[in-house]
């Protein structure tokens, strides 16, 4: 099921708070009601006098790392979105990671430094919304128990019917902030064109979670990300000066492939992922007659171009090399992108 896939449930959080949308201007309440993307696998904070008392609980003081921060940038609250394949119980291993979050996200002002409330939400199918919230309800008992502090919490849940792809936000309490009641419900994200409400990827792939995508979908994410970096290099090579020794960064590429959003984008993972693309790029280059042009470390490759011959050899190669992603067409959702805010 497409919406228990973590890269879609990523993409989907990100375009409730996008500056474009595959819908009408008008029916993007969280923009409109100013939340804004803050960060992406982001650490949160503990004070340090809950260390010992964390530990005395059995739970360790290692900061919980949310998959998504969104801001509202009048007031500084947050929602701090956790992506999940499918709901757990009071007693299932995750619910560690789900007290951590609890606590952390009770002083707002230690865990995301900013004045204001944090409200913890999952984001899973819609179906399994009842039960995720029957969870946090325990988990939170139990810590207001032992002494502790939690946040408020809720669930996003993600479903598609034919007319398209819908968020809907549930809190554990009634606020009377209107920046809150204006996202509470349904919104429709993608429409459905074509019998598929998938919606751009604005982050093709992440490393993070590629072991909980079912394989099919794991491998569609990884031709999508390799088209896109691979296509990035191409434009990087086609606008260079000849003669020139070129030096491409992965950065600059991997920041192109997705659409700018890695730049909010904290995953130590990243380096891993980039240093493979890159290296993997300049062996696809170091062929032909630009055999012995091409080094690479990990984090930029350089290529001596010696002529325009030169130049267009690379931009075949690559080209060639990934002819098969550059035939996958995107599906429905497919906006022009301003620079994500």
Not at 117 to 124: F, G, K, M, N, R
Not at 141 to 148: I, Q, R, T
Not at 158 to 167: N, P, Q, R, V, Y
């Amino acid at each position: 099921m497409l919406t228990r896939d973590p890269v879609f449930q990523v993409n989907s959080v990100l375009w409730l708070v996008a500056k474009t949308s595959p819908v009408a201007r008008e029916n993007r309440p969280y923009y409109n009601a100013g939340y804004r993307l803050r960060s992406l696998g982001a650490k949160l904070a503990f004070q340090a006098a809950l260390r010992e008392k964390l530990s005395k609980q059995g739970l360790s003081a290692s900061p919980p790392e949310p998959d998504v921060l969104v801001q509202h940038l009048p007031s500084g609250d947050h929602l701090v979105f956790e992506c999940k394949t499918t709901s757990f119980g009071f007693e299932s291993s995750t619910t560690e990671q789900a007290r951590k979050l609890l606590i952390s996200c009770a002083d707002a002002d230690t865990a995301v430094g900013v004045a204001g409330e944090a409200y913890v939400v999952y984001v899973l199918t819609k179906e399994d919304c009842d039960r995720q919230t029957e969870t946090l309800v325990q988990v939170a008992a139990e810590l207001n128990g032992a002494g502790f502090n939690t946040s408020e919490y809720g669930t996003l849940g993600l479903s598609i019917d034919e007319k398209g792809l819908w968020a809907e936000l549930r809190l554990s309490a009634e606020s009377e902030k209107e920046h809150v009641t204006s996202v509470l419900g349904p919104v429709l994200i993608t429409p459905d064109a074509s019998g598929d409400a998938r919606p751009l990827y604005l982050i093709p792939f992440d490393p993070t979670t590629e072991e909980n995508q079912d394989p099919d979908e794991r491998r569609y994410c990884h031709r999508m990300l390799l088209e896109r970096f691979y296509i990035a290099g191409v434009q990087a090579i086609g606008t260079a000066d000849v003669p020139d020794l070129l030096v491409v960064k992965a950065d600059d590429l991997f920041r192109k492939a997705t659409h700018e959003y890695s730049d909010k984008w904290q995953a130590r993972e990243l380096s891993g992922l980039k240093s493979r693309l890159i290296q993997g790029m300049a062996k696809t280059l170091n062929k032909g007659t630009l055999k012995g042009a091409v080094t690479a470390n990990s984090t930029s490759l350089e290529m001596r171009l010696r002529n325009e011959e030169d130049r267009n050899a690379a931009i075949s190669l690559l080209l060639k090399a990934n002819s098969e992603q550059l035939a996958i067409k995107n599906t429905s959702g497919q906006t022009e992108l301003d620079t994500p805010n």
